[in-house]
T-cell receptor
Framework: DAGVIQSPRHEVTEMGQEVTLRCKPI?????LFWYRQTMMRGLELLIY????????DSGMPEDRFSAKMPNASFSTLKIQPSEPRDSAVYFC??????????????FGEGSRLTVL | KQEVTQIPAALSVPEGENLVLNCSFT??????LQWFRQDPGKGLTSLLL?????REQTSGRLNASLDKSSGRSTLYIAASQPGDSATYLC?????????FGAGTILRVKS
């Protein structure tokens, strides 16, 4: 398996523009997580899905952020409008989640976003 | 509040040394604890996962221990190599949410 695939790897955009980040989880994994990593705040969970359904979005910073998972093999994280403080590395992760706990998590390589 | 703290923030050792990285957590009602490795510009790679009922896990030169009662975990790396240089993150699971520490930046000098 190719692992968790994220695109784009790098994005530079101007303030106010819409940004869409994409993720393809590992086939067969039924949980998907979006994290954001910054120097100041470290890794923060934004939202996670189980069987394509959003379970906890309490980490989404504000209404400018939205995430969807239309099917088991694809998810998007959208920021509209983007602001400079959104600059960070956004990671997608998935896991098979066979029990009540999350279990081992598999991360993508991340999408580095810079908002000018 | 569920917090995870890692000490030290950075560590530099000569090749061949054994070393210990520390992780502490404030809430002992955990499901499991994971240690990850992150190379510059890359994602996180899971190294070891310890279930709440376990006390340790081993993989090659790595050994992770868990003491829930004291809220601590250690990652022991034996015979360190330059290829071990990376950031090591501890993550504690509460329910279905992983809380990450800030990481320890490890540099192994050849």
């Amino acid at each position: 398996d190719a692992g968790v695939i994220q695109s784009p790897r790098h994005e530079v955009t101007e303030m106010g523009q819409e940004v869409t980040l994409r993720c393809k989880p590992i086939s067969g994994h039924n949980s998907l997580f979006w994290y954001r990593q910054t120097m100041m705040r470290g890794l923060e969970l934004l939202i996670y899905f189980n069987n394509n359904v959003p379970i906890d979005d309490s980490g989404m910073p504000e209404d400018r952020f939205s995430a969807k998972m239309p099917n088991a093999s694809f998810s998007t994280l959208k920021i509209q409008p983007s602001e400079p403080r959104d600059s960070a590395v956004y990671f997608c992760a998935s896991n098979p989640r066979t029990g009540a706990d999350t279990g081992e998590l598999f991360f993508g390589e991340g999408s580095r976003l810079t908002v000018l | 509040k569920q917090e995870v703290t890692q000490i030290p923030a950075a560590l530099s050792v000569p090749e061949g040394e054994n070393l210990v990285l520390n992780c502490s957590f404030t809430d002992s009602a955990i499901y499991n604890l994971q240690w990850f490795r992150q190379d510059p510009g890359k994602g996180l790679t899971s190294l070891l996962l310890i279930q709440s009922s376990q006390r340790e896990q081993t993989s090659g030169r790595l050994n992770a221990s868990l003491d829930k009662s004291s809220g601590r975990s250690t990652l022991y790396i034996a015979a360190s190599q330059p290829g071990d240089s990376a950031t090591y993150l501890c993550a504690v699971e509460y329910g279905n949410k992983l809380v990450f520490g800030a990481g320890t930046i490890l540099r192994v000098k050849s």
